[in-house]
T-cell receptor, first 112, second 111 residues
Framework: SQELEQSPQSLIVQEGKNLTINCTSS?????LYWYKQKYGEGLIFLMM?????EEKSHEKITAKLDEKKQQSSLHITASQPSHAGIYLC????????????FGKGTRLHILP | GAGVSQSPSNKVTEKGKDVELRCDPI?????LYWYRQRLGQGLEFLIY????????KSGLPSDRFSAERTGESVSTLTIQRTQQEDSAVYLC?????????FGPGTRLLVL
């Protein structure tokens, strides 16, 4: 079965610094989603990537899907306290598999 | 250790019919969330229950959608007078702290 592995599990960065979170799939990705989660709130959809080599940006957050479509990275530039939270990657299962799968999340803390 | 379970796993219905989707959260989890994912889109937040507090219904797309939760146990998401645009995978998640644990989802197809 397909699995998503996120790294690091936890990240502490100084405000203003850049950071990268990775999501690696055991199989080819047909749709890769990035979400942000804050305590007591539902998941917030950030962006979706489908094509190998695709890159999307939203404000100071950029996500890429590698050419082989098995890894995605999320990059935050000049981090701010508002970026703190848990970042989760999710993927559509392989063709014929109905399941939606998620990584275990990366917990991001921003130090003032 | 059972995880979050949802039923049915698949549901095909005719336009205009009502459907009920069930979520059994992990025992002891005070928070429960409903989401949906339509084809080619990200998860869309629907509703959030936390203990005995009033639920956050801000994500429900119309008054055809409603959800109930009895205490800290089972939740039911009801869609009345289903429309074709309601076709999606409906996901439930529960949590005790910050980490949400997702169920396998119910795939709804409205013909």
């Amino acid at each position: 079965s397909q699995e998503l592995e996120q790294s690091p599990q936890s990240l502490i960065v100084q405000e203003g610094k850049n950071l990268t979170i990775n999501c690696t799939s055991s199989k080819t990705l047909y749709g890769l989603y990035w979400y942000k989660q804050k305590y007591g709130e539902g998941l917030i959809f950030l962006m979706m990537l489908q094509k190998g080599g695709e890159e999307k940006s939203h404000e100071k957050i950029t996500a890429k899907l590698d050419e082989k479509k098995q890894q995605s990275s999320l990059h935050i530039t000049a981090s701010q306290p508002s970026h703190a939270g848990i970042y989760l990657c999710g993927a559509d299962g392989n063709l014929g598999d109905d399941k939606i799968i998620f990584g275990k999340g990366t917990r991001l803390h921003i130090l003032p | 250790g059972a995880g979050v379970s949802q039923s049915p796993s698949n549901k095909v219905t005719e336009k205009g019919k009502d459907v009920e989707l069930r979520c059994d959260p992990i025992s002891g989890h005070t928070a429960l969330y409903w989401y949906r994912q339509r084809l080619g889109q990200g998860l869309e937040f629907l509703i959030y229950f936390q203990g005995n507090s009033a639920p956050d219904k801000s994500g429900l797309p119309s008054d055809r959608f409603s959800a109930e939760r009895t205490g800290e146990s089972v939740s039911t998401l009801t869609i009345q007078r289903t429309q074709q645009e309601d076709s999606a995978v409906y996901l439930c998640a529960s949590s005790l702290g910050t980490t949400q644990y997702f169920g396998p989802g119910t795939r709804l197809l409205v013909l």
